[in-house]
């Protein structure tokens, strides 16, 4: 089963404008990362985020996290055409190690 | 440095067939793990191997199964194969950071299964 959703499923904005994404999870987490994947590929990894970090940038990408409300988010800034793609959140639960469970996704549509 | 490479890309195959996947991780990577991905289901953890041995199990049936050889390439196989197996598997390599906690996962482009 999945350790939580994202939202919205599905976003769809207009090149030059920011996107952000939400993650909700169910449990204590050592990280949280965030990933990409464009249709029927492998993912990429975008970010991680430590359990004790509230914020952490990356290019044109911000991820908060909020341990206390289980919740983290991606903006991403300054959209492009080429953002267009599957965002994933994922989790590493404690006392898990080296297994990763992975939220809904949300569907990302930049339009030219 | 390659990536991740996994074979074959595409492959079908009928209800009651088996399969192996093969994936070679990024040298230097110890730890490859393995996902499941469907519509219905999401991305789903099936198992990962550091040092040729399982560590972590998800919960699959045991018709899921693989392996890690000692030069950290990884094989899984299906067998008995059913109609809902049909998915994309992801295979993912990764440096094992202090503690043994995930760090980031390098994934590669995944084995497509159609069951017929």
């Known amino acids: 089963s999945q350790q939580g959703e994202e939202d919205p499923q599905a976003l769809s904005i207009q090149e030059g404008e920011n996107a952000t994404m939400n993650c909700s999870y169910k449990?204590?987490?050592?990280?949280l990362q965030w990933y990409r994947q464009n249709s029927g590929r492998g993912l990429v990894h975008l970010i991680l985020?430590?359990?004790?970090?509230r914020e952490k940038h990356s290019g044109r990408l911000r991820v908060t996290l909020d341990t206390s409300k289980k919740s983290s988010s991606l903006l991403i800034t300054a959209s492009r055409a080429a953002d267009t793609a599957s965002y994933f959140c994922?989790?590493?639960?404690?006392?898990?190690?080296?297994?990763?469970?992975f939220g809904s996704g949300t569907q990302l549509t930049v339009l030219p | 440095k390659a990536g991740v490479t996994q074979t074959p890309r595409y492959l079908i195959k009928t209800r009651g067939q088996q399969v192996t996947l093969s994936c070679s991780p990024i040298s230097g990577h110890r730890s490859v793990s393995w996902y499941q991905q469907t519509p219905g289901q999401g991305l789903q953890f099936l198992f990962e191997?550091?040092?040729?041995?399982?560590?972590n199990k998800g919960n699959f049936p045991g018709r899921f199964s693989g392996r890690q050889f000692s030069n950290s390439r990884s094989e899984m196989n299906v067998s008995t194969l059913e109609l809902g197996d049909s998915a994309l598997y992801l295979c993912?390599?990764?440096?094992?950071?202090?503690?043994?906690?995930?760090?980031?996962?390098?994934f590669g482009e995944g084995s497509r299964l159609t069951v017929l």
């Open positions: 449990t204590s987490i050592n990280n």
């Open positions: 985020i430590r359990s004790n970090e």
């Open positions: 191997y550091f040092s040729e041995t399982q560590r």
């Open positions: 994922a989790t590493v639960l404690s006392g898990s190690a080296r297994q990763l469970t």
């Open positions: 993912a390599s990764s440096l094992v950071v202090a503690g043994g906690l995930t760090g980031e996962l390098f």
